[in-house]
């Protein structure tokens, strides 16, 4: 896998994302393809099995004889359910490798965590970020440089 891998341009560039090596850049390259399929990082994270979902059966309900929306905000539901499995071990294993050792990555997962977030939730915003992360490398052809983690990800 790692042989087919290195023939296409883009191997190197990814392995230039903290916690992504040959075998992770395989997976990505082999997995994704482009990374023109993804107009968004919120497409790639649906993709990927990262997207927040909200469900919701009540939106209505019976007030004299006629349909009436309730003020109740749908509640969340979770990750969606229908994705790529590979790509969601690649992403969510970089987000649990990025949070045990020192580096920008951690110092993001732990002002997460002190602002009062859940560590769970912490992991999965820290992947999310690694996706949308991925997404920007590879489209804008530019190495990873961490003075730009804190920025907005296209």
Known sequence: MIAEARRHAPWE???????????????????????????????????????????????????DGRAKRRRRQPMTRGLNRNHNRALKNVFKSMAAAATGRPGPLQDLYQGMIDRGM??????????RKLAAVTLRVWKS??????????????
């Open 118 to 127: 859940r560590e769970e939730l912490a992991r999965v915003t820290l992947a």
């Open 13 to 63: 560039l990814l392995q230039t994302i903290p916690f992504v090596g040959p075998v992770r850049a395989s997976l990505l390259l082999a997995t994704m393809r482009t990374p023109w399929r993804f107009r968004t990082k919120r497409n790639l994270w649906a993709y990927a099995g990262l997207a927040v979902v909200t469900r919701s059966s009540a939106d209505y309900e019976w007030e």
């Open 141 to 154: 052809g530019e190495p990873y440089d961490p003075s730009k983690l804190t920025q907005q990800a296209r």
